[in-house]
Structures are given as structure tokens and as C-alpha cells.
């Protein structure tokens, strides 16, 4: 009797909750929108754990070759933008719609919450304010000169590892220690090499973001895709150990500076500490808010600086392997250079000078957008034109792969064409048709930086290697990858030139 009490109440709990999947699955058609077929419970999210993130907005173009389209996450109508007028709309023009992303950002994680990546206004807006020093030109070349010094070191690891030993190379893994050495520096101001065998604090943080797993995927996917889930499960941005080793780290560098009573370092820690005094914070905010946004800042650039800059230059390597004819127009570029300016380092200013070198880093970023779109929330209602009203809550995404390989903005987008971006000049996003960055407002805080690291690391790279094919020219994606990642090891041969 009890047995079939359950089994007939665990029906009406099905049946209702298709009926309540069936209404809320009309969203986009009662409005007249056209949608991706979901799927029940999951929406369109049936692809997680199996397919990419990348992959899903790359085959969803193809499927609705369209301006705009409806998706579901879980639940969730979500608007799918895919044209640069519309991209401009939301990112720039009228951003007091959209000050906000739509990812997971909660209380119970300070650290994942309050970075300058996930924060919500209004302390967003005082905190890029804040900020925005730490990326000046004079800075960026400070920086540069570290950047060229872990380049050297990325050249002789090479030659230790893949060239004397025949090891086969990981280039993700190998970019991230560049990345993280460079990080180490800029953010505490630790001269340390994980290139050159040294025991770094900086790689026991970073390492982990080097390879996708399935648990770290699936938090990820949450975090970013179906946030009210993760607020349940009160998901970390960043995970617990990290946590804990980036306060350890940060504290333990602090406490130092206190003793040593010098103020004369350049690096994010001290201009957090100087943040610190001059955040403008709620009256009732104890001071446990603004360590965690301090701490918060650290932790972000660190990801950030190390899983973009890390897979592009993964990428960036792997095609000029397949196009030698491009990479002997690099070199040839990078050893002028080199030649006219009498040092086989270049600086700053000649290294933003090779318009080639920048070019197939661009176009490696169109080609392989590490982040494959751009999520906002509506806050209020919005007109996007006649035929379309998004309701206060409801998420819009700018589905950058629609537009990076729209034909009428790049012909055979699929193909490698470095010249394509030639005549592009740094901060020019193309009519909103170029957006590894993203835009608006809330554009990427770090892109200069990002691109001084890569291109250092390349020049030098180019200087002192050929580059050959190390596995087959496709490369599947990561299915547990948020952000875009190989599959497996991606791999080339380097030759001494």
C-alpha cells in the first residue's frame, strides 16, 4: 500500500514537472523567437560533460544562421545574439542594460564572487576605476623586460627537454608555466622560474588549470551556464585548496613588505594595498570585504593570465606548423628586428612594431576564440528592435564564433589567414566583428598585458625554432572545457634553426 502511495506520487511529481518543462519551454515561441529545440529538464545542456562549450556555439551558428535565437539553460531563456550591430547593442551602447554577467557570483564565495571578472556593480565600477593603472604603457614595459627574460627560459627548456632529451612537448602545459612564471612576478613580485626546474608557489596554484577534468568541468559548466544550481551546491570559483594557497601567499608577501618598509615594489599585491585605502565600500562593510576583494584580484589575473594567453599560443604554434610558408614570413619579420636594433631581445616597442607576429596571434584568437561568447543580464526591460523585448532577468549572450566566422566578415573563416589582420591596429574591434577580448565597458581589463606575454614568448620562439606538425591538423576540443582547450596533448616538433 505505502509502496504504491510512493510510486503514484513520484508519477504526479513527473508528470508536473513536464508539465511545468512544456510551459516554460514555450518562452521563445509564445514570443515568436526562433529557438534551438530543448530537451526536457536539461534544455539545451544535453551536450555537457560530452561536447564543448565551443563546439555547441559553433554548431548552433550553423543550425540558426540567424541574428538572434532562443536557448534554454535548464530552464533559463537565454537570448543568443549573432551579429556585430546587435554584439555593439549590448556591449556598448546601451550597457546601463546590461552592467552585469549572468555567471554564478554568491556570497558564499568572496574570492569567486568579488574579482573584478564577476563582480556586479556598483563595486565593479569603482574597482576598474581602481585598477586600470596597473596596465599602463610604463608598467607594461617594466613587465615586458620579465616577459622577454621567461621567454629565454622557454627557449632553453625546449632544447633540455624536447630537443636534447626527444621529449615529446605539451604546449598547454609548457605556455601555462611561461604564463605562470610571468604571473608570479606581477602579482607578487616572486623572481622564480618553473621553466628553469625552481620550486615555484605560483605553479602549485596554476598547474591544476593546465588539464580539464571531469568534476572541475562540471563546476565550471555550472558556475558559468546554470548559476542557480551552483548557488544550491555553493560551487567555488576557484577550488579550496587555491583558495587557502592564494590568502597564504598573498598574507605571507604582505607581512614581509611590513618588515622590509619599502614601498617601492610595482606589483598587483602593492597596488591592492593601496586599493584597499581608497575603496569606496558600503558604510556598514566590515573590513573582511575589502580583504576578500584584494584577494579576489589576485586570484583572477592569475586564471586569466594564464588559461587564455596559455591555449592561444598552443593554437598559434600548431597552425604556423601547418603553414610554413607564414612562419617563414614571421621569422623573417622577428630576425629583421633583431638585426636592425643589434639584440637578439627585443623590447616593448619593437616587439608592438611586428605588425606579423600580432597579425597570427589575431587571427589564431578568431580562428580558436578562447572564450566562445559573451554572457550580460538584463536589468531592466529592453527593446532590441520591433520584433523583440528581453524581460528584466533574462540572460543575452553574444555567440562570438557566429560573428568570427561569418563569411561576410571573413572569407572562408575555417581557413588560417594571418594577413587578414595586417592593417588592424591595436584596440580597433572591426565594427564589433573581432571580439577575443570582448567589448564595451566590461572589455578584458588585462588585453594589453595578455598580448605583450604572448608576443614575447613567440618572437623569441620563431627566432630560435622551426616549427613542425607534431599531430593531425584538426583539433577536437575539450568536452569539459567552459573555455576553449584541446581534447589531448597538442604537441609540435621543434627544430634548431
Not at 59 to 65: A, D, Q
Not at 89 to 117: C, H, M, V, W
Not at 140 to 146: A, D, F, G, N, V
Not at 243 to 258: A, D, G, I, Q, S
Amino acid at each position: 500500500m505505502i509502496a504504491n502511495f510512493i510510486l503514484w506520487f513520484l508519477i504526479l511529481c513527473f508528470l508536473l514537472l513536464c508539465i511545468y518543462s512544456y510551459r516554460k519551454y514555450n518562452y521563445w515561441k509564445d514570443r515568436d523567437i526562433p529557438y534551438d529545440k530543448p530537451y526536457l529538464f536539461f534544455g539545451n545542456l544535453v551536450f555537457i560533460m560530452r561536447r564543448s562549450v565551443w563546439d555547441y556555439c559553433f554548431e548552433l551558428k550553423k543550425r540558426h544562421p540567424l541574428d538572434y535565437v532562443g536557448i534554454f539553460l535548464g530552464w533559463k531563456p537565454v537570448l543568443m545574439v549573432q551579429t556585430p550591430e546587435l554584439a555593439r547593442k549590448i556591449l556598448s551602447k546601451d550597457f546601463e542594460y546590461f552592467q552585469d554577467r549572468f555567471l554564478y557570483s554568491n556570497a558564499t564565495d568572496p574570492i569567486g564572487s568579488l574579482n573584478l571578472f564577476t563582480v556586479k556593480n556598483p563595486i565593479w565600477k569603482n574597482m576598474r576605476y581602481e585598477l586600470s593603472p596597473m596596465f599602463t604603457s610604463m608598467r607594461l614595459k617594466m613587465i615586458t623586460e620579465l616577459m622577454n627574460l621567461n621567454a629565454k627560459e622557454l627557449v632553453m627548456k625546449i632544447k633540455r627537454d624536447n630537443i636534447d632529451k626527444k621529449k615529446t612537448v605539451d604546449l598547454k602545459e609548457l605556455f601555462s608555466m611561461y604564463t605562470s612564471d610571468t604571473v608570479a612576478y606581477t602579482v607578487f613580485g616572486i623572481r622564480v622560474s618553473i621553466l628553469n626546474d625552481q620550486n615555484s608557489p605560483l605553479w602549485y596554484i596554476t598547474s591544476h588549470m593546465v588539464k580539464w577534468t571531469f568534476w572541475r568541468g562540471l563546476e565550471f559548466t555550472l558556475i558559468f551556464l546554470m548559476p542557480a544550481i551552483a548557488a544550491i551546491l555553493r560551487l567555488k570559483f576557484f577550488s579550496a585548496g587555491a583558495t587557502e594557497y592564494v590568502k597564504m601567499l598573498f598574507w605571507n608577501v604582505v607581512e614581509e613588505r611590513k618588515k622590509a618598509k619599502n614601498e617601492n615594489y610595482k606589483d598587483l599585491v602593492n597596488h591592492l594595498l593601496k586599493l584597499k585605502e581608497n575603496l569606496k565600500l558600503p558604510a556598514d562593510a566590515g573590513s573582511e570585504l575589502a580583504d576578500n576583494i584584494m584577494l579576489a584580484q589576485a586570484a583572477v589575473f592569475i586564471l586569466g593570465s594564464i588559461e587564455t594567453s596559455s591555449t592561444t599560443l598552443s593554437y598559434c604554434l600548431h597552425e604556423l606548423a601547418y603553414h610554413p610558408e607564414e612562419q617563414e614570413k614571421l621569422y623573417n619579420e622577428i630576425s629583421k628586428a633583431v638585426n636592425e636594433n643589434g639584440k637578439d631581445i627585443l623590447d616593448y616597442n619593437n616587439l608592438v612594431e611586428l605588425k606579423y607576429l600580432t597579425a597570427c596571434l589575431h587571427e589564431t584568437m578568431r580562428k580558436h576564440t578562447p572564450v566562445p561568447y559573451l554572457d550580460r543580464l538584463c536589468q531592466k526591460e529592453y527593446t532590441l528592435n520591433e520584433h523583440v523585448t528581453i524581460e528584466r532577468g533574462v540572460p543575452v549572450f553574444i555567440n562570438v564564433l557566429a560573428i568570427h566566422y561569418n563569411e561576410k566578415y571573413f572569407p572562408d573563416p575555417e581557413q588560417w589567414r594571418p594577413e587578414r589582420f595586417t592593417s588592424y591596429s591595436e584596440g580597433d574591434n572591426l565594427n564589433f566583428t573581432f571580439l577575443p577580448f570582448g567589448e564595451g565597458p566590461r572589455f578584458c581589463i588585462g588585453k594589453r598585458y595578455g598580448m605583450m606575454q604572448m608576443r614575447a614568448a613567440l618572437a623569441q620562439l620563431i627566432l630560435h625554432y622551426k616549427i613542425e606538425p607534431g599531430v593531425p591538423y584538426p583539433v577536437a576540443s575539450d568536452p569539459y572545457a567552459v573555455l576553449l582547450a584541446p581534447k589531448s596533448d597538442l604537441s609540435v616538433k621543434f627544430i634548431a634553426r
